[in-house]
């Protein structure tokens, strides 16, 4: 059975950083388009990053660029999310998610189109 696990979260002050883990299971995140998303309290789940197979392609929503980093590493099939000037409205459960196919265009920020996810990690930024 795939399995993906979240790790990392915790409780920073703004400005500060974090990375966080998705470690993953029965299958190679190497070949596989993969995606962070996010989930506030009361909130719709947000697409956050995505890190296209063999790593070919990296993918940001508007409200990261420039402070988040996606990457993979594919000796430890991890990938990672590293946070830096973290910001209050960053604040969410963060979840990691294989998208379900690796052939034709992809939808990173479309929830639907990813088959796996982790329990996810909670971040918390305090002003």
């Known amino acids: 059975q795939v399995q993906l696990v979240e790790s990392g979260g915790g409780l920073v002050q703004a400005g500060g950083s974090l990375r966080l883990s998705c470690a993953g299971s029965?299958?190679?995140?190497?070949?596989?388009?993969m995606g962070w998303f996010r989930q506030a309290p009361g909130k719709e789940r947000e697409f956050v990053a995505g890190?296209?197979?063999?790593?070919?392609?990296?993918y940001y929503a508007d409200s990261v660029k420039g402070r988040f980093t996606i990457s993979k590493d594919s000796g430890s099939n991890t990938m990672y999310l590293q946070m830096n000037n973290l910001k209050p409205e960053d604040t969410a459960v963060y979840l990691c998610?294989?998208?379900?196919?690796?052939?034709?265009?992809?939808?990173?920020?479309?929830?639907?189109?990813?088959?796996?996810w982790g329990q996810g990690t909670q971040v918390t930024v305090s002003s």
């Open positions: 890190i296209s197979w063999g790593d070919r392609g990296t």
């Open positions: 998610a294989r998208y379900s196919t690796v052939f034709g265009v992809v939808n990173w920020p479309e929830p639907s189109k990813y088959d796996y």
């Open positions: 029965k299958f190679s995140l190497s070949v596989a388009n």
